[in-house]
């Protein structure tokens, strides 16, 4: 049955690439099939489990690159499909029709609702959590409901190595009073506050005796140095970026300095977290370091694009996830050079129908004010919410551009100088939408 199985899901793969469709069909069918099948594989001795609510799909094309440098065959989702049915259909499909997957190391990038599921089948022997934020509400509630999931998880894999951001004190919990842990974590920097930039903070409180938490410092959201009365604390990280200068475009992580293709905290955290993960698997240091400097992602997260001969930036953030649109709207903000500003949302989810906006006034588009913006642009479905957002955002109303449909908006953009320096913040299942209408001529 095992063989058949992995035929099967092979032939579904392949039918499925022919008509376009997606790749968690195939395991779905094959977990039907063999419910068993996943833990009937024989696997490599090194598997790891990326999660978090941001940063794990960079991060895991990142260290994927690192191991693929170091001559390693990786058998990673790099389609994404993060659920225990594409997981299925990765492993499956790299696999031997005797059950043997064909490869060195398993990467997975792993949702942090599926993990329990998926860690029922295969136990990552390192487990790396990136970060818990609010992230859609409609779907995951509060980050603590997350962590309590994310729990059942973690205690599947009782002996896999935890590899934790420290400066998140929702993730630090779960290597509280565990053996195996490693920290990764950011130091003070030029542009850590001593209030947080988001408008609220989701672990305001200790997660362990609920009690107020006292931070010396942010680095953003609720991301930081932090410590409460009862003894919980920001554990010392063992991989730590030292030095950061955004400006200038490097870090120091470890003493090794890496520039960057993409300056913004974010970025970093992906890069820190992708360091430790390959140093823990005893990557040459020079291997990583060269892999890592002046990394570009090819995930599709950033994606240069020409605007009527004008020169863009698509910054891809998470609908439904304040702390992502505040890093990108971070990131634009500190540019130098004066610039116009697209954003875009016409679809809430590609998962599921929810007109609910709540989360726009999350964001804290309040960053853009007194900045190089010389133009805002709001477009999409939703624009007249987004405007809405911008009335209390304190900018000029005069630099605010209001156009819902996407190509009406395309055309008005055209019509701007030569030499207009273009940015675009908006979501996954809505940047195909300006690229084609930044295309149409």
Request: overall charge neutral; hydrophobic content about 40%; proline content about 3%.
């Amino acid at each position: 049955m095992k063989s058949i199985t992995i035929l099967i899901c092979k032939l579904l793969s392949f039918i499925g690439k022919l008509v376009g469709k997606g790749s968690s069909l195939p395991g779905k069918v094959a977990l039907k099939l063999c419910p068993d099948i996943i833990s009937r594989l024989q696997l490599p001795k090194d598997m790891i489990a990326i999660t978090g609510s941001n940063g794990k799909t960079s991060t895991v094309e990142m260290v994927a690159g690192i191991l693929k440098a170091a001559g390693k065959q990786v058998v990673y989702n790099k389609e994404g499909s993060n659920q225990t049915e594409g997981v299925a259909t990765m492993l499956l499909n790299s696999a031997t029709l005797s059950g043997k997957v064909k490869g060195d190391v398993v990467l997975l990038e792993s949702d942090e609702r599926y993990a329990r599921h998926t860690f029922k089948h295969i136990k990552p022997t390192m487990f790396a959590v990136t970060n818990l934020y609010r992230d859609q509400l409609t779907r995951n509630a509060h980050p603590f409901h997350i962590y309590g999931i994310l729990s059942d998880a973690v205690a599947l894999v009782p002996n896999a190595k935890l590899v934790l951001n420290a400066d998140d004190p929702i993730v630090r919990n779960f290597g509280f009073q565990r053996e195996n842990v490693v920290y990764f974590g950011m130091e003070r920097n030029s542009l850590s506050t001593q209030e947080s930039d988001a408008l609220y903070n989701d672990c305001h409180y200790c997660p362990r005796c609920k009690k107020e938490m006292q931070y010396d410092f942010f680095h953003y959201a609720h991301l930081g140095s932090y410590r409460c009365e009862c003894g919980y604390s920001r554990p010392e990280p063992l991989f730590a970026v030292e030095e950061m200068d955004l400006e200038a475009g490097y870090i120091s992580i470890n003493g090794n300095r890496l520039s960057l293709d993409f300056a913004s905290k974010y970025n970093v955290y992906n890069l820190l977290t992708a360091y430790t993960v390959t140093s823990l698997l005893g990557i040459d240091e020079d291997i990583i370091t060269s892999q890592l400097n002046d990394f570009v992602m090819k995930n599709g997260r950033l994606v240069r694009f020409d605007f009527a001969g004008n020169e863009g930036l698509l910054i891809t953030s998470k609908h439904e996830n304040s702390t992502s649109y505040n890093q990108s709207l971070g990131y634009v903000a500190m540019q130098k050079e004066k610039s116009t500003l697209i954003i875009i949302v016409d679809a809430i989810s590609r998962k599921y129908y929810t007109s609910e906006t709540s989360w726009l006034w999350d964001i804290s588009f309040e960053m853009l004010q007194d900045t190089n913006v010389e133009r805002i642009v709001l477009s999409g479905k939703y624009a007249y919410d987004l405007a809405l957002r911008f009335e209390f955002a304190g900018i000029n109303t005069a630099e605010i551009m209001v156009e819902p449909d996407l190509q009406e908006m395309a055309e008005k953009m055209r019509e701007l100088p030569h030499g207009t320096k273009f940015y675009c913040v908006t979501c996954f299942s809505d940047k195909d939408k300006l690229l084609r209408n930044c295309a149409h001529e």
